[in-house]
Nanobody, 119 residues
């Protein structure tokens, strides 16, 4: 299963970006989908996660500003990021887990997309 992330870029503080991540390949079902980020000099951390049932959880630092959603028909997860701050600057990675077409569990990472918040 491959993940293709897109939507990163350079934005001014207070601006918005929308990240997308599409899963492709032999997929039987997808469980959780999530976004992580790695800020310069920091470890990778969870930003937001959404289950197959639609339950979500967010890092405290992004609550009220970021919204995760998914389109099950497209095997795609989104991250709408509003009121961006310079400290949100990071490489964002999507993560998906589920079962492949051969009914084997999988966990896949996207290639990472750079988000830079700067004036």
């Amino acid at each position: 299963v491959q993940l293709q992330a897109s939507g990163g870029g350079l934005v001014q503080p207070g601006g918005s970006l929308r990240l997308s991540c599409a899963a492709s390949g032999s997929i039987f079902s997808i469980n959780a989908m999530g976004w992580y980020r790695q800020r310069p000099g920091k470890q990778r951390e969870l930003v937001a996660r959404i289950t197959s049932g639609g339950s979500t959880n967010y890092a405290d630092s992004v609550k009220g500003r970021f919204t995760i959603s998914r389109d099950n028909a497209k095997n795609t997860v989104y991250l709408q990021m509003n009121s961006l701050k310079p400290e949100d600057t990071a490489v964002f990675y999507c993560n998906v887990d589920g079962y492949s077409g051969s009914l084997r569990p999988f966990g896949s990472w996207g290639q990472g997309t750079q988000v830079t918040v700067s004036s």
